[in-house]
């Protein structure tokens, strides 16, 4: 299901991976293992984001922001991008990130 | 003699770096028989750039909801492995044997 | 006798706890509140995810990484420190010989616990 995101433009890799950070599923343009090591960062960047996000709730006392969906982070030519335990790897140039966003957020749902 | 030389002068040093606000390396020196490269030193500067913004955003939100000063602003941030450790400010860094590091003249040093 | 029990009396430290990698269990001594030592807990494990984040992607991306894991780290304020090691944290003053004291007990205890005490 997920090989679907592959069809938006500029989607180059996409990966489901276990809450223990092991890849389950993965797509596109990179061998086993890059797949595996990008599901491993993917999984380990969701852990930190969750870490910091529960100290600004907590120091702030702000409702809505935890626990995190999800996080992107943009280099020069490619993004990586992720929702709830999938992650994509992104073409700037092609994709369009608000598209990709939306997409990987509706199938972290299926 | 540079900040650099009096810390790769530490007890069991075996790498000191400097590097810019935002983590490029910009100078090193390493101990004689030491494998590290500068491309590693290069990462362990973005190590710090990053654990020492972390470590200020939590001394700001703890000193704010506790009223607890003490820890803002951050003077240094080490990361602790089996055999080595290094620690470092935001500007320079040093790797240190574990059996014979002394942090408190590491980071005496850093400020130096 | 815990080990963050142990730590919470030596000479210079100020606090002293245990947290758990998932969930929000903690156990503590010392000079905090029970919110602040909640507070710490959350801090410190949010830390030590991250640290244990950078030393993969270092090892992955250098060779002769001298960081094959993370045991722990030390972040240093003008007046304390904090020190911690697997999922023991403390505070301690920043007085003469105290953080490397501690630093040199915990390494002693703790840098053989690869997941938790």
Redo the contacts between chains.
């Keep these: 299901m997920i090989r679907n995101l592959l069809a938006l433009d500029g989607v180059l890799v996409v990966c489901h991976f276990r809450d223990d950070g092991a890849l389950l599923e993965g797509y596109g343009m990179m061998d086993d293992a890059m797949l595996e090591r990008l599901a491993r960062f993917a999984h380990d960047y969701k852990r930190m984001v969750q870490g910091n996000t529960d100290q600004f709730s907590m120091f702030t006392g702000l409702p809505g922001w935890a626990p995190p969906r999800g996080w992107n982070v943009r280099g020069a030519q490619h993004t990586v991008c992720s929702v709830g335990n999938l992650v994509c790897f992104i073409d700037n140039t092609e994709a369009s990130l608000n598209e990709v966003m939306r997409e990987l957020t509706e199938a972290s749902q299926y | 003699m540079s900040s650099l030389d009096n810390l790769i002068g530490l007890e069991g040093a ?1 790498a000191a770096f400097e590097f810019s606000q935002s983590g490029e390396l910009t100078d090193h020196r390493v101990a004689e028989g030491s ?3 500068a ?2 030193l290069d ?2 500067a973005h ?1 710090f750039v ?2 020492i913004a ?2 200020t ?6 000193e ?3 009223g ?17 450790s ?2 470092g400010n935001g500007r320079r860094g040093v ?1 240190l044997r ?1 059996d014979v ?4 003249a590491a ?1 005496a040093a850093l400020e130096g | 006798m815990s080990v963050y029990s142990e730590l919470a009396v030596m000479e210079g430290v100020i606090a002293a706890g245990e947290y758990a990698y998932r969930g929000d269990r903690y156990h503590f001594k010392g000079q905090l509140s029970d919110e602040m030592a909640r507070m710490a807990s959350i801090m410190c494990r949010a830390t030590t995810m991250s640290t244990h984040m950078q030393s993969d992607i270092l090892c992955a991306n250098s060779d002769n990484c001298p960081f094959e894991e993370a045991h722990g780290w030390i972040v240093r304020g003008p007046q304390f420190s904090v020190c911690v090691m697997a999922n023991i944290f403390c505070f301690v003053q920043n007085e003469p010989g105290v953080l490397n004291r501690v630093f040199r007990w915990m390494r002693e205890r703790l840098m053989d616990a690869h997941e938790m005490v």
């Design positions: 075996s494998d590290l490269t491309e590693t990462l362990l190590v990053a654990n972390i470590a955003m939590q001394a700001r939100g703890w704010k909801t506790t607890q000063g003490g820890f803002y602003p951050i003077q240094g941030f080490t990361l602790v492995g089996f055999e080595w290094t620690v790797v574990n590091a002394d942090f408190e980071y």
